[in-house]
């Protein structure tokens, strides 16, 4: 069993950055791929960002709207994967989950391959 803790939402305005973290309990984390999706509501969860485990080489795939503004990264000796925004816009506007998998596969962009889900951290962006 893996527990996700996000951390670093909040309210920001256009332009800024912000980074988000999430610190995982249980084994293995060097493996897993991890990541993040958001939901406004009304709508359906994107991807935002993921990173795969070792084996993937750490290959990262970002969803396309924050492609160019937004880091992945992870740090295995903390368990800990981050998310550095930068450049955030109103629609950015979003609760954000932190997501682990089982999968072997590398950094799946699907969100049906995350079997474990944080609680989600608020992201609020004005204009």
């Known amino acids: 069993q893996v527990q996700l803790v996000e951390s670093g939402g909040g309210l920001v305005q256009a332009g800024a950055s912000l980074r988000l973290s999430c610190t995982a309990s249980g084994d293995a984390f060097y493996w897993r791929s991890m990541g993040w999706f958001r939901q406004t509501p009304g709508k359906m969860r994107e991807l935002v960002a993921v990173?795969?485990?070792?084996?993937?080489?750490?290959?990262?795939n970002y969803g396309d709207s924050v492609r160019s503004r937004f880091t992945i990264s992870r740090d295995n000796a903390k368990n800990t994967v981050y998310l550095q925004m930068t450049s955030l816009k109103p629609e950015d506007t979003a609760i954000y989950y932190c997501v682990a998998s089982n999968t072997l596969r590398t950094a799946p962009v699907e969100e049906s391959e995350y079997d474990f889900w944080g609680q989600g951290t608020q992201v609020t962006v004005s204009s």
């Open positions: 990173v795969s485990g070792v084996r993937g080489g750490y290959t990262a």
